[in-house]
């Protein structure tokens, strides 16, 4: 099964109101990094978070990680209509050769 | 800056006919490079990477192979294409950085085989 899993698959919020997605993993990691990706565009890279950091800011992006838990949650803050988009978390495994597992990904709708 | 091309935007093939998508970087040295493919509404899976020239790791046995003839292209092709292999192919750089790096990606090739 993926190494990464996003929840909920897919959520819906009007504009201006907060979105949180999760992500679990199962295997030891060294990083944990944020895409976004637009309809039937590549992936934009949002922020990475290394092992040894618990919570990160990116202007209205916060993401935490939890090791022990082996989660990791993306908060977007005020969100506006152009963050409509899927959402993925990849991970970097210690043992990968320098590759990412991404998860299935959360559709994130924001309603005007 | 960096730029990653990919091309063709989009593909309509046959099945049984081959396939050759084509990846390449402007203004870095030495990627690493990595070919994905993406299924409607869903996650990315890896197909293959590269940490050099002539260097390739196949990631799930298929129907595909990939090529990297030179420092900043990849390419992913097929000798005979299936249905399965419709979807949407995605090629990706990093450059290593410790433990820790970011892929940068193309903007995709969508390829229906019919």
């Known amino acids: 099964s993926q190494q990464g899993e996003e929840d909920p698959q897919a959520l819906s919020i009007q504009e201006g109101e907060n979105a949180t997605m999760n992500c679990s993993y199962k295997?030891?990691?060294?990083?944990l990094q944020w895409y976004r990706q637009n309809s039937g565009r590549g992936l934009v890279h949002l922020i990475l978070?290394?092992?040894?950091?618990r919570e990160k800011h990116s202007g209205r992006l916060r993401v935490t990680l939890d090791t022990s838990k082996k989660s990791s949650s993306l908060l977007i803050t005020a969100s506006r209509a152009a963050d409509t988009a899927s959402y993925f978390c990849?991970?970097?495994?210690?043992?990968?050769?320098?590759?990412?597992?991404f998860g299935q990904g959360t559709r994130l709708t924001i309603n005007p | 800056s960096q730029t990653i091309h990919q091309w063709p935007a989009t593909l309509v093939q046959p099945v049984g006919s081959p396939l050759s998508l084509e990846c390449t970087v402007e203004?870095?040295?030495?990627?690493?490079l990595y070919w994905y493919r993406q299924a409607a509404g869903r996650g990315l899976q890896l197909l293959f990477y590269?940490?050099?020239?002539?260097?390739i790791s196949s990631e799930v046995p298929q129907n595909l192979s990939a090529s990297r003839p030179q420092d900043r292209q990849f390419i992913l092709s097929s000798k005979k294409l299936l249905l399965s292999d419709s979807g949407f192919y995605l090629c990706?750089?990093?450059?290593?950085?410790?433990?820790?790096?970011?892929?940068?990606f193309g903007p995709g090739t969508r390829l229906t085989v019919t």
């Open positions: 978070i290394r092992s040894n950091e």
């Open positions: 990849a991970t970097d495994l210690i043992q990968g050769a320098q590759k990412l597992v």
């Open positions: 203004g870095t040295s030495n990627p690493n």
């Open positions: 590269s940490v050099g020239i002539g260097q």
């Open positions: 990706a750089w990093s450059l290593l950085a410790g433990v820790a790096y970011e892929q940068y």
């Open positions: 295997t030891s990691i060294n990083n």
